[in-house]
């Protein structure tokens, strides 16, 4: 059972979807994209000695997590005026700025790499945002987006660097802390590590305002072959582009969120990623491949006994399946 | 700003997720499957002198509001002891019990139409179910599947007719009452009738609850071409397979919910339902097309005078657009 009246320092409000947590975001809220993120299930499975708590965040406007991140940004944008932005994506993250952007009358620059997932593709251009190919991976296309945005003069929004996003994704721990209370561990695909940094805050807050005694371990799960935190494998996980990102620009930050949690890092590959993917389309919860890693970490290191029996493990899924046709 | 604290008899359960209603269910709870539906945020947007209430019911783990009805049903089937079941589907409604019924074990049979949407087939065969085509439109598909199910001995548990379906779909009334009190209008994509009549039970049940001291009118929003409670119009709505059921089962049931809440019917149209559908994506609710049908009806109500200047109407936007690749 849920417990629903925490105290949060009395800063919640009365909505049912992420402007319960208004209060503790840095905008005004004078304007809020309509596309409005949910508070999405919690869903607890027992997995053997463990207790899984699947967090469905795929059920958001735009398919993903990262519609909190975008909502937070394009509310500060157009506090700040600002009408046209630069974005490098592999998809999820475009689609989620589009939604936001375009009903606020923002121009949406996108930069993708040349392997964008097709179906991902073809939403973006129904949604009227300016595609720039690149011939080239998803570092490339960050790069080339950055130098378009400092050429035209343009901000550059994407969420491998803007503040705002992260104080969007830090709104899952605390829907997380509401519906389940403390997770002893908790899982985050990483990348980016939006997700991850965005978990640290929200849960070092809860600590801020007394809610919790101290924070859940982090863990952070990568792709192999495009790891940043664990050691880099040479085998390459196929069915994580969501996180194949070698290099982001916030590797020390998420050092920092994995060394002040007593957290660590866990890299998975193409098959193991399969596997937890196959059981997750069988539990119902249709999720893209990148959404599987933190199952197929769960495994690994239940497996190895890093997480021990009757432990309390929050897995975030991502990313929604329904794309995948 | 939401109220949170309704009464309901004091029956409300503390989540943030539908199990909320579970005192107001036919089902004892012990078993309930993975995929918990959502409580979907519900976004006010002046349009023009209307206050549009639109419930994002899209943003739910199979992708359409259909997943309250399937979330019961399956519940319902668990506690029945019944583990194999006959349906047919344009597709939503198929998707929905596939990835309620797998995890707990039930076996699905699906009926559908020559003219199902290929991307939610390619999801269907994904999930394990056994897919039936028949050579028809969607009325044999139904025929079809009911002579198997009879012929094999097998549950039918189609929406159409199974009354647990409606007990799930009541929900999206008592969250729209909490979140944005009584609306004077809704509006409901209208062709089985599994979303008016739910509609219609939610609110009753909450006029009965004392909650509320009437029903707001219910309008049935038809596609032109496949009206059952309209006037059948000769050009056919190629926008709306969703609710494309020229005879639905429970047409006097539907006739009654429209004349006991003094509502009506409406009949849209291919371009009407177009030009819907292109606003709601660059509102950035990303929604199939039959979602469309209740904003191009409202434009219609507000132009003819029958919706009058500041009414509250209810819109549920019912299906994802993510398939749409």
């Given at each position: 059972m849920e417990r629903e009246h925490y105290d949060f320092s009395g800063n919640l409000l009365p909505y049912f979807d992420m402007r319960r947590y208004l209060g503790f975001l840095p905008i005004g809220g004078t304007y809020l994209p309509p596309p409005v993120p949910a508070i999405t299930p919690t869903v607890s499975l027992q997995l053997g000695p463990i207790f899984g708590l699947f967090k469905l965040d795929y059920l958001q406007p735009g398919g993903s997590f990262k519609d909190r991140g975008s909502f937070v940004t394009v509310a500060k944008l157009i506090e700040e005026g600002i009408d046209e932005i630069v974005l490098d994506s592999s998809g999820n993250a475009a689609l989620s700025m589009a939604i936001h952007s375009l009903p606020a009358g923002i121009r949406v620059h996108v930069f993708l790499p040349a392997e964008v997932v097709p179906q991902k593709l073809s939403?973006?251009?129904?949604?009227?945002?300016?595609?720039?190919?690149?011939?080239?991976?998803?570092?490339?296309?960050?790069r080339r987006a950055r130098e378009f945005a400092e050429r035209e003069g343009l901000a550059y929004a994407s969420h491998w660097l803007n503040p705002y996003f992260i104080e969007g994704t830090k709104t899952i721990a605390f829907e997380a802390y509401e519906q389940a209370d403390i997770p002893d561990y908790v899982l985050a695909p990483t990348g980016s590590g939006t997700l991850l940094l965005g978990l640290w805050k929200g849960f070092r807050e809860l600590?801020?305002?007394?809610?919790i005694p101290e924070l859940p371990r982090l863990i952070a799960v990568q792709a192999s072959g495009y790891e940043s935190l664990c050691e880099r494998s040479n085998e390459r996980n196929d069915l994580a582009d969501g996180i194949a990102i070698p290099e982001p620009p916030r590797l020390e930050e998420m050092k920092r969120a994995l060394e002040e949690t007593n957290g660590f890092c866990v890299s998975v590959t193409t098959p193991e990623t399969e596997e937890a993917w196959d059981w997750l389309m069988g539990a119902g919860f249709l999720v893209e491949s990148t959404s599987a890693v933190v199952l197929a970490a769960l495994w690994r290191l239940m497996e190895t006994g890093e997480i021990p029996d009757g432990s309390k493990v929050l897995l975030p899924l991502t990313g929604s399946g329904l794309k995948l046709t």
């Open positions: 939403l973006l251009i129904r949604l009227g945002t300016v595609l720039h190919f690149v011939d080239g991976d998803r570092m490339e296309a960050h600590e801020k305002m007394g809610e």
